[in-house]
């Protein structure tokens, strides 16, 4: 008989890892985040991994936190040989991880021991890293300080955004969650420590966030445009209209004083810290996504005004 495995995740990033265990393993139970409300209705809506348990008709749970009395008791009555996490949301409590005899399994989206944390994907961007990977790693206590059991790596290219790496991640991570698990629970696989002197950290990343700062340099920029898309956004406000940008390149050079705007290559470009950000991709508030080449030949009074520093 395969082990049997409880599963805790929330969000998109966490579907190819709840699939895939359902193929291979006794899932037992799925525990994730309660329902939230969500889009301009505000209506209450259930976490993705949520959806997809009920289709494959495995038990779900939605504690608003692990310490209640009745989520103890119902994994305690699923008696897991392993808990498998990714992106769950929240810390989980000692006698949680002591409960299933071969612990917390943890699908982690960075190369531990860089990037512990909750939003490694978007940390290595902003640095400029140029790979990152996932870690099959050991839960105990510590943020993301548990042994590893196993890593892969892939690159980072000029053109990764959070999310086109998070999809990217999320299917390494299912797959080489079930290359490793089954060597794991034989004892095939002996956890092996993080170096602690290496480790770096990517903290929760709040929706402000985003806004951009046009005192640094156009590199930089780009770099958090591309970290910061889909969520939050990187923006800034033109003519008190929220402007959010999706793809955008460096020039370097002096042009003129940081937030001036202008033109390059008959595309909307501000002058920054250090170059000039060219604004490729765009969108303004309540308006559909559009080039910037487009977005030029209406936008009247570009070149008029500073950029809003609201």
Request: net charge neutral; with cysteine.
């Amino acid at each position: 008989m395969s082990a049997s495995v409880v599963f805790m995740g929330s969000p998109d990033f966490a579907l190819p890892t709840l699939q895939a265990l359902a193929q291979a393993f006794n899932m037992v139970g799925v525990v994730t985040q309660p329902d939230r409300p969500a889009g301009r209705g505000r209506r209450l809506t259930p976490p993705p991994v949520k959806t997809l348990a009920d289709s494959l008709g495995i038990p779900v749970i939605q504690p608003r936190r692990l310490k209640e009395p009745q989520a103890l008791d119902q994994l305690l009555s699923w008696k897991p040989d392993v808990v498998v996490v990714a992106a769950f949301g929240q810390i989980l409590p000692q006698n949680v991880l002591d409960l299933p005899p071969f612990g917390c399994v943890n699908v982690h989206a960075s190369l531990l021991p860089r990037w512990r944390g909750a939003a490694p994907i978007q940390a290595a961007i902003l640095a400029g890293d140029d790979h990152t990977g996932i870690t099959i790693m050991c839960m105990d206590a510590g943020l993301d300080t548990g042994p590893i059991l196993s890593q892969n790596s892939t690159a980072i290219s000029a053109a990764d955004t959070a999310g086109s790496l998070s999809d990217r991640l999320a299917e390494m991570g299912s797959r080489l969650l079930i290359e490793t698990l089954p060597s794991y629970l034989a004892g095939e696989i002996i956890p092996q420590a993080q170096e602690q002197a290496l480790a770096t950290y990517a903290p929760k990343i709040e929706k402000s966030a985003g806004e951009l700062d046009f005192t640094q340099s156009a590199a930089k920029l780009t770099l958090a445009v591309r970290a910061y898309n889909p969520w939050p956004g990187a923006y800034f406000y033109w003519n008190q209209q929220r402007m959010i940008l999706f793809a955008a390149h460096a020039v370097s050079g002096d042009f003129g004083p940081a937030g001036a705007r202008t033109t390059y290559d008959n595309f909307p470009a501000i002058v920054t810290g250090d170059g000039l950000l060219v604004l490729d991709l765009l969108q303004l508030a309540g308006k559909p996504k559009m080039f910037g080449d487009v977005f030029l030949r209406g936008a009247r009074r570009w070149h008029s005004d500073p950029v809003d520093s609201v």
